[in-house]
């Protein structure tokens, strides 16, 4: 393929014809900063590849990871949807990595189809799809004017003739691209909003679909790792001789970060891997979980920094009466992402250049990483990106890839190294334990007047002052409450933290939305009334809210022996509102039923939102009833599902989702819709029990809840 | 190390293994057979799930020794074009949103509706409760199940 790059407007490079004629587009999407080197890179290279072959075959790279979030599909389709492509011709291709074409590959926070792809992608197709009707009717000596588009063929129906864009491909790369493209009203999408079909789904029912571990390179051995079990300490020494004596075991190498194992298979490793003795440098860290708790709670009787002040709260809480006032202590333990796909990465190491596949959201940090431990330049490493047996914020940290570079590089083969579903409990980047201490106060109209709040939770990414992350979900809100403070205090622990469904909100907005049910509860109001009232100035939050009461049935009587609880939350612009109907039986927590509404801006295509947001009240319901890592002696308790248990189907409850409509811009739909379900769960045990439940994962015994006095 | 004769999708294959190696290391890394997945390596997953002689079972814990003379079907064996009716269930429905447990999943589905040819939800809920989804795709997994017993076989 000849890429001849001719540089034509800002968003757009035309990369000219390619081999058997055809056209090429690229476009540029600012998805945000790409690495420092992407500053000094030209200005204008492409990010998301459009190709027409002249077979008709439509192909889009998509430059994001998709881990299920359904980003293979939604991408082509506002791509296809401007272009009026045929969408049974379209196919979509994964982008290897690069340092800058694609601006910031990492794919977190919702963000692939929000923060700026929407238009770029909008304009690629359309401006495609005027190239095409340009070089038709110039075949035709028409005006392009009275040329029409669709299904993948251009129209001249004065004279009933028709060609296929494979027919005028060739012609049209030879054409210059349209500066301002005419894009489609949107009462004229075809695809766009529509259950268009799923590109990936065939591949992964017959399991077609290569993810890390199903990756198979000539030569290649099988690797695991054995990682030191308690955070912090090192290998001093190891005895490989009995892992060597075990068939197929080939190489055991010590690795930055442990000791791997390579074998003829995976089995042959893991066996190596269990026979290994090695002596750990003892890092000195050994609390547990109980004192890592004390610890917070100790920090939190200090002032920390100020995350967000307006008014003046601890004036209003001092001024308020006893009766008034609640001062609550709530916690959230770690949490392992538990990746259904343990981490693992394939790398191959030569002297010259380095090949890697990874089921990574990172595809630039790993081929940074790469080169570093390899000392070979960027340009030099290639980095496929495969399908992500999940991914949850995991797959951003490249510590698994770093363990498989090392081996490759040590064994001087290429090597998939895999670690066991217990390395990966055991060394992930967990969601921080926290422990807030809140104050608020309510007035003698049942107004929520006074909300002061101090966030103890390592950093997700700051190494002083305010962690935003840390906070996000507490530090700004759609409450509008007169005096607020909220102070976020330090932890300094080498346990490993990082970023988990939801971020911030996934623990804040528990722990907000169960203290605003609280004040409701004290002023002796309605929580739906009580949340109405303060978001009087957040009209789209305030219509979730009420789309939710009405669906669920809220303010009539649930079902006997049941109750129902409200929670919402805006997060990665995508605006949801939750009520869940519960029960016990014999003291375990049924929830029934989950009524969700969700305004996500446009939605691209409903069946992907509405399987995100049922997904994402699955994750949080497995958090909120199950979800607890803890530390021991400075290691982690758990290690597989037995000890650290999922949401099983025998626990689904009935999920209604109501999309609301909109024509505002598309917001996040994968993690929206996590932090609102353990609030609504916890505010519906109260309603059904008064107990109050203060600590996540939900444990009805006296220790882990509070009777709360008004209840 | 031992000769092992062992049919696979209706293959017979001739391996030089270890006995008690799980089925799931010969499928993935002797045979390179990957759509049958590793999750946790305990049967509590239910990813490694394939069928001996029709039957659902958890290969990570399934030495390959003990597999015999028993048919051993996998999620490439079980149609070779997304034809069997739990799979073209499952892409109407769009269960898969990872992916990454579904063929497992398929596998759980297809030998429940084997033995039950229009299952109750509860049934459903008892067959399919040993395979996790971290995804959530629980309620359309049901959907689906109940849409291959309304096809034909």
Known sequence: MTTTARIERREFLKLGAIAGSGLLLGVQVPWGKASPAAASAPAFQPNVFLRIAPDDVVTIWCARSDMGQGVRTALPMIVADELDADWSQVRVEQADAHPSSYGRMMTVGSSSVRNGAWMPLRRAGAAAREMLVAAAAARWGVNASECVTAAGRVSHQASGRSLRYGQVAAAASALPVPASPTLKDPSRFRLIGTRARVLDSPAKVTGQAIYGADVRVPGMLFATVVHPPRFGDRVRSFDAARARGIPGVSHVVQVSQGVAVAAKTTWSALQGARALDITWQDGGFALSSAGIFRSFAELAQREGVEAQKRGDAPAALAGAGADRRIEAVYEAPYLAHATMEPMNCTADVRADRCEIWAPTQNPQGTQSAAARITGLPVDSVTVHVTFLGCGWGRRSRTDFVEDAVETSKAVGAPVQLLWTREEDMQHDYYRPAVHHRLSGAVDANGHLTALHARVVAQPFASQSGVDGPAVAGLAEHDYAIPHVLVEYCRPDLPVPVGYWRSVGPSQNTFILESFVDELAHLAGRDPVEFRRELLTASPRLLHVLDVAAVRSGWGTAAPPGRARGVALVRDKGGLVAQVAEVSLERDRVRVHKVTCAADCGRIIHPGIVEGQITGSIVAGLAAALHGEITIENGRVSQSNFLDYPLLRMREMPVVEVHLVPSEEEPGGVGEPAVPPIAPAVANALFALTGTRIRRLPIRLDAESSTRNRSG | ?153
């Not at chain 2, 799980?22 to 990957?34: A, C, M, S």
């Not at chain 2, 596998?107 to 084997?114: E, I, N």
């Not at chain 2, 996790?132 to 849409?147: K, M, P, S, V």
């Open chain 2, 1 to 153: 190390m031992a000769a092992i004769i062992l049919r696979v999708n209706g293959r017979a294959r001739q391996l030089d293994v270890d006995p008690g190696t799980p089925l799931l290391w010969i499928l993935r890394d002797v045979l390179n057979l990957t759509g049958t997945k590793y999750g946790c390596g305990i049967a509590q997953c239910g990813a490694c799930t394939v069928h001996l002689d029709g039957v659902a079972v958890r290969s990570c814990v399934t030495p390959v020794g003990t597999v015999k003379a028993r048919a051993v079907t996998t999620i490439e064996g079980l149609s070779p074009d997304a034809s069997h009716p739990v799979q073209r269930a499952w892409i109407a429905e769009s269960v898969p949103q990872c992916g990454y447990c579904q063929p497992g999943q398929v596998m759980s589905a297809a030998a429940l509706l084997s033995v039950h040819r229009s299952p109750s939800d509860a049934e459903i809920d008892e067959a399919m409760s040993g395979n996790l989804c971290r995804c959530g795709t629980y309620d359309r997994i049901r959907r689906a199940i109940h849409r291959a017993a309304g096809q034909e076989g």
